[in-house]
């Protein structure tokens, strides 16, 4: 006859292997200011990594963010899709260095292979930040394109929050 406590010795060792290798190698987000990526397009300025256009912290809704990319209309950037990894994320819209008074508006696209996956309302200062999901499963690049409304492009300071790549 077995000894029960022979048995839940091992059992408890695989468990607590388990949860080390689980804490110690979580599956992590990709950042795409940690990333190599291609400036398609920049008639202003060249993206900026971490900060706003004008070099600030990101701030979009009164938070503050640290990963992000800064871009002035028209712009576009081309990324890579890390390998396993099935998901953009992003929280977009105008910086809050942009005043109410002062007038802001900019449309953000996610386009692959020639079809656009993705395309904001008109977002304007100062508007909460807008989520976004992508499934990217299956494609191998992204591009990261934001337009200027309808009132010109002088104020127009949008930010990539967060931009990132995630497993699903």
């Known amino acids: 006859m077995m000894n029960p406590k022979s048995t839940v010795i091992p059992i408890l060792a695989v468990i ?5 290798l ?22 202003w300025a060249q993206p900026s990594r971490d900060t706003s256009i004008e070099g600030n912290p990101i701030q979009m809704g009164g938070k ?17 899709i890390p390998r396993g990894y ?8 105008v910086d809050d260095e942009i005043k109410e008074d002062q007038p802001a508006s ?5 386009a692959s292979e020639g079809a656009i996956l993705y395309e904001s309302a008109l977002l304007t200062a100062p508007m909460p930040p807008h989520r976004v999901i992508i499934n990217v499963h299956g ?30």
């Open 16 to 20: 607590l292997f388990g949860l080390f």
């Open 22 to 43: 689980w804490i110690k190698w979580p599956a992590r987000d990709i950042y795409l200011s940690d990333m190599d990526y291609t400036v398609l397009q920049a008639e």
């Open 64 to 80: 503050f963010y640290t990963k992000g990319i800064g871009v002035h209309p028209t712009s576009e950037i081309s990324v890579e």
């Open 86 to 93: 099935t998901y953009f994320i992003a929280e977009i819209g």
């Open 106 to 110: 900019v449309i953000f696209q996610v």
């Open 139 to 168: 494609l191998e690049s992204i591009k990261l394109l934001v337009t200027g409304g309808p009132d010109g492009n002088n104020a127009d300071h949008a930010n990539w929050a967060l931009a990132r790549f995630a497993k699903g």
